[in-house]
Nanobody, 124 residues
Framework: QVQLVETGGGLVQAGDSLRLSCAASGRTFSRFAMGWFRQAPGKKREFVAATDRSGGDTYYAASVQGRFTISRDNVKNTGYLYINSLQHEDTAVYYC?????????????????WGQGTQVTVSS
């Protein structure tokens, strides 16, 4: 069993930057691909970014390409999502997730483990 805890969300202004963190319990973090999803009010949860077990390969939704950066530190059992030039449309609850493959995360939107989410609110 793996538990994921996201931190780093908050109320920010448009144009600001944020770093979200996802801390994983246990020693199996490096065995999983990691992804970030978000869910805006009244909308379905959507894929944002994913990385493979090593962090060498990364994938992004077209809507965030160039502004979001996903990374991981397998020694610290922690994943990150850097968000630059925040826009009002980025307002959402952000979730991290672990799955056996990035395909499950980015193509199927499924995962073995989910965090509880962290709220990001961008004021105009």
């Amino acid at each position: 069993q793996v538990q994921l805890v996201e931190t780093g969300g908050g109320l920010v202004q448009a144009g600001d930057s944020l770093r979200l963190s996802c801390a994983a319990s246990g020693r199996t973090f490096s065995r999983f691909a990691m992804g970030w999803f978000r869910q805006a009010p009244g909308k379905k949860r959507e894929f944002v970014a994913a990385t493979d077990r090593s962090g060498g390969d990364t994938y992004y939704a077209a809507s965030v390409q160039g502004r979001f950066t996903i990374s991981r530190d397998n020694v610290k059992n922690t994943g990150y999502l850097y968000i630059n030039s925040l826009q009002h449309e980025d307002t959402a609850v952000y979730y991290c997730a672990l799955a056996g493959t990035t395909i499950r995360l980015r193509m199927q939107g499924t995962a073995d483990y989910w965090g509880q989410g962290t709220q990001v609110t961008v004021s105009s």
